[in-house]
């Protein structure tokens, strides 16, 4: 990885290890299905089998007779409370459209009804007994076919939510008459996070009445406030206790099986633990959104963007979800890559009846902006302009306004990456070369991606953060960390250091725990860095204050002449007598009466882009249609790296995660049927390491002034841009205009097919 030096830094720049990287490698870790407590059942949860149907009749008297069922939940015993899943804050206004177990099914992977017993195996057994009868009723599995209005999945009918966002005249820039119009249409799948870890959950009641969850997820007091919610208790009789996690990738950001646990928790009084196979993972928890985007773009004869037009169609599956506000999400983005003088966009919400849709790693933006991308290099085509230069003309500069409204994009460097990138994968000569005869076709590919860091401008973003220097020394950092694999802990303890010139095994900073964590709205909008982190830095940057004026006291000296080094304190008078950090704790809470502990309330001011480009070669093969990808380089301007080595790891497992979105991956719904026909890993096909291309990543790193030490987020960022780059690169390779995602075989030998027969027609 090649970035800028690190500069005069100790622990920021760096790749250090993550913290337990160890002991997960060896299993000394503990995930939650690794975990039992005394006394604890098993529960396993009975999905409907049909797309959409009211349930007549659910007959359980054989799941009873099986030995070790406790008891058999179903929705006449269970609390009807409804609630939308994605719910992160308290008075978030939300479509409450869920249920534990809904009167009417609307998906095959729906709750029926739900077995608790005294083993695993126990629970299995007697849900495979549990028939149910249902009220077939009419389904729709594809989101044009839902904008019709014909089936209604829920009483609001379909579309449920629409919005619009413009800036500029869109209208009279579409009719100009030196511009030149490219429409095109562009279909995203609904496609699974494929974490390594399947969805899992333990809840333990105590004997105050309280009840503690513990769970993999991304928002612990998003998990307190939805359980408390169908529950019916107050906050305080709820404890989340975040525990490792085997990957998210946005699965885990919403909440799915932790109001059925801590239910049967609470009314079997005992614990239990309710985990999802891979099926059930798929079917039954969330997906990318699938959408549909008509894009039409007006562009001068030079090259420049007049205006763009776009309406999407987003696919929320069979519940409301985070429908509403992906709309939002999505659009935000078209404003903040391009200087695009008018812009329209559109976005039409539909219930089907499929997975329900929710977060996923980069929360719309890997769909709008892979529609936008494709669209532009077909711009590019059309105006026979390469498409490196085509972007160079149109791209944001550092500090633009957002034409769209809000925060400014901060210090935007993606020209620098496009210049960078271009240069070292040799895109124009690549660009320019003569195209090979023979079986194996190569072509190339490029597309630009932004993000943001938080949620300033649209949510309230904010953060608190409690840290103490104990008596020997050491840092303890009390905050709502949720570690998704990525290095958060491991990453705040590196700007703690840095700080404080601490060592890092010094510094402890323990994950989230809603009964002694301060509130934090979690793992989510890629502003863990930027936020987060300047939480982090501020807190510790007020614990060095606190620790020099009370220093000060006992030196009898100036602020100003106290000071740090490697965990010691001195003075500039007598640099030769040092005195550690715990003798100095030790002696100012002797002395001073004073504990070395500061919280700190962080309101983040900003939300820059972060910004990246891909460049892809790949070669066909036309006897198959197998796409090999043959090399990737991926430019990210993210502010400073505060650890190069995650910063490496999070592009490549972006890239990994964005060749299967553009490729291989799609849950593929039968419309007929209602089935997932990509409902477990033999038929759902990921990008694997052996098919894994290089990844050459290039840092811009131009720094940030909101961002601790100048950082700004990468993780969502990462798996953006490969997409469109790759489907470009196919495209230029054979010659097509592939706009419906995945590419794969079956449909690349569909259209060299098609071309043969028409050629054949065209020479008789």
Not at 289 to 295: A, E, F, L, W
Not at 501 to 529: F, H, K, N
Request: proline share 5%; hydrophobic share 40%; glycine share 8%.
């Amino acid at each position: 990885m090649e970035g800028k030096p690190a500069r005069n830094f100790k622990y920021v720049g760096r790749s250090i290890p993550i913290e337990d990287g160890a002991a997960k490698a060896s299993g000394q870790i503990r995930y939650t299905g690794d975990m039992a407590i005394d006394g604890m059942l098993h529960a396993h949860l009975v999905f409907s089998q049909v797309p959409h149907g009211r349930i007549k009749n659910i007959d359980i008297s054989e799941a009873m007779a099986v030995p070790g069922v406790v008891k058999i939940y179903m929705r006449d015993n269970a609390p009807q409370i409804r609630f939308n899943s994605q719910v992160w804050f308290a008075g978030q206004n939300a479509v409450e459209d869920q249920e534990l177990f809904p009167e009417v099914v609307r998906f095959i992977g729906d709750t029926v009804a739900a077995v608790v017993a005294e083993t695993k195996a126990a629970a299995l057994t007697a849900a495979s007994l549990i028939k149910t009868d249902y009220e077939l009723l009419p389904m729709v599995i594809d989101p044009e076919d839902a904008l019709s209005g014909q089936v209604a999945v829920h009483d609001s009918g379909n579309p449920f939510f629409t919005m619009e966002a413009s800036y500029g005249d869109t209208a009279a820039s579409m009719t100009a008459p030196e511009g030149i119009v490219v429409e095109d249409r562009v279909e995203t799948p609904k496609i699974h996070h494929a974490a390594m870890e399947n969805h899992v959950c333990i809840a333990a009641p105590d004997h105050r009445g309280r009840i503690t969850v513990h769970s993999p997820c991304q928002i612990v007091y998003s998990v307190r406030l939805i359980v408390a919610k169908v529950l019916g208790l107050a906050y305080h009789k709820i404890r989340v206790i975040k525990t490792p996690i085997g990957g998210s990738f946005g699965g885990k950001q919403e909440i799915t099986l932790e109001p059925y646990c801590a239910f049967f928790a609470k009314d079997l009084n005992r614990p239990v633990k309710l985990e999802f196979n891979r099926w059930a993972s798929i079917i039954a928890t969330r997906t990318r959104t699938k959408t549909i985007g008509y894009v039409k773009t007006v562009v001068s004869p030079e090259g420049k963007i007049m205006a763009r037009d776009m309406k999407h169609i987003i696919d929320t599956g069979a519940y409301t979800s985070n429908g509403r506000v992906i709309c939002y999400a999505m659009g935000k983005k078209l404003s903040r890559l391009y200087r695009i003088p008018s812009q329209h966009y559109q976005a039409i919400a539909v219930h089907t009846n499929t997975a329900i849709a929710g977060a996923a790693r980069g929360y719309g933006s890997p769909q709008v902006q892979t529609i936008a991308e494709i669209n532009l290099d077909n711009v590019a085509r059309h105006l026979q302009m390469d498409p490196v230069e085509f972007r160079l003309k149109n791209l944001v500069h550092p500090f633009d306004a957002d034409p769209g409204g809000g925060p400014n994009l901060g210090n935007a460097r993606i020209i620098d990456c496009v210049r960078k990138g271009a240069e070292a994968f040799g895109w124009r000569e690549k660009w320019n070369r003569t195209k090979p005869e023979g079986r194996w076709q190569t072509g190339v590919g490029m597309a630009c991606a932004t993000h943001g860091n938080g949620y300033y401008g649209a949510y309230q973003e904010f953060g608190t953060m409690t840290i103490r220097m104990l008596e020997d020394g050491s840092i303890m950092l009390n905050a709502g960390l949720h570690d998704l694999g990525n290095g958060t802990v491991t990453a705040m303890k590196q700007i703690v250091a840095e700080v404080l010139e601490v060592a890092l095994d010094m510094i402890e900073a323990p994950e989230a725990d809603t009964d002694i964590s301060p509130y934090d709205i979690g793992c989510q909008a890629s502003r863990v860095i930027h936020v987060c982190g300047a939480n982090a830095m501020q807190a510790a940057e007020e614990l060095r204050s606190l620790l020099i004026r009370e220093s000060a006291k006992i030196f009898q000296c100036s602020e100003e002449e106290v000071l740090l080094e490697n965990g010691m304190v001195y003075t500039s008078r007598e640099p030769e007598k040092k005195i550690s950090y715990g003798q100095m704790a030790a002696a100012i809470q002797q002395k001073n009466q004073v504990e070395l502990i500061c919280t700190i309330t962080y309101r983040s001011p900003a939300n820059p882009g972060s910004y990246a480009v891909n460049f892809v070669e790949v070669a066909v093969d036309t006897y198959t249609g197998f796409v090999k990808v043959v090399d990737v380089v991926a430019v990210h301007d993210i502010g400073q790296a505060i650890n190069t080595g995650f910063v490496e790891g999070q592009i490549h497992g972006g890239v990994q995660m964005g060749l299967g979105l553009a490729i291989s991956e799609d849950i593929a719904y039968d419309a007929r049927t209602g089935v997932a026909g990509g409902a477990s890993f033999s038929k759902y096909h990921l990008v694997n390491a052996p098919d894994m291309p290089p990844v050459r990543v290039l840092l811009i790193e131009e720094g940030e002034e909101h961002g601790p030490y100048g950082a700004k987020s990468v993780g969502e960022l990462a798996t953006i841009p490969v997409t469109a780059a790759t489907v470009n690169a196919i495209n230029h390779a054979l010659a097509a205009n592939f706009t419906i995602l995945p590419v794969t075989p079956d449909k690349i030998m569909a259209m060299l097919t098609a071309r043969q027969a028409s050629n054949r027609t065209l020479l008789r």
